[in-house]
């Protein structure tokens, strides 16, 4: 899989960043969420995550792709 640099937000926290694949997906590196209340609401599968990243990040996203998955 290729990457290709789209942004990222530096944070006392971290530095959350976004990535476009040549596989038309993206990869977001963020805070791992932990907490039991917030991942009691979500159904993810075993072999799933997801990460959490500030909303500044997504204006990295390229404006052909803001409301459509890719």
Same mark, same amino acid.
């Given at each position: 899989?290729? /990457?290709?640099?789209?942004? #990222? $937000?530096?944070? @006392? %926290?971290?530095?959350?960043? !976004?990535?476009?694949?040549? *596989?038309? &997906?993206? /990869?977001?590196?963020?805070? #791992? $969420?932990?907490? @039991? %209340?917030?991942?009691?609401? !979500?159904?993810?599968?075993? *072999?799933? &995550?997801?990460?959490?990243?500030?909303?500044?990040?997504?204006?990295?996203?390229?404006?052909?792709?803001?409301?459509?998955?890719?």
């Amino acid at each position: 899989m290729k /990457l290709r640099f789209l942004g #990222k $937000v530096s944070t @006392p %926290g971290g530095s959350p960043t !976004l990535y476009a694949t040549d *596989r038309g &997906t993206y /990869l977001i590196q963020g805070w #791992k $969420v932990t907490h @039991p %209340g917030t991942l009691s609401q !979500l159904k993810i599968p075993f *072999r799933e &995550t997801c990460v959490e990243v500030p909303a500044d990040l997504m204006q990295y996203l390229p404006a052909e792709d803001h409301g459509h998955a890719p």
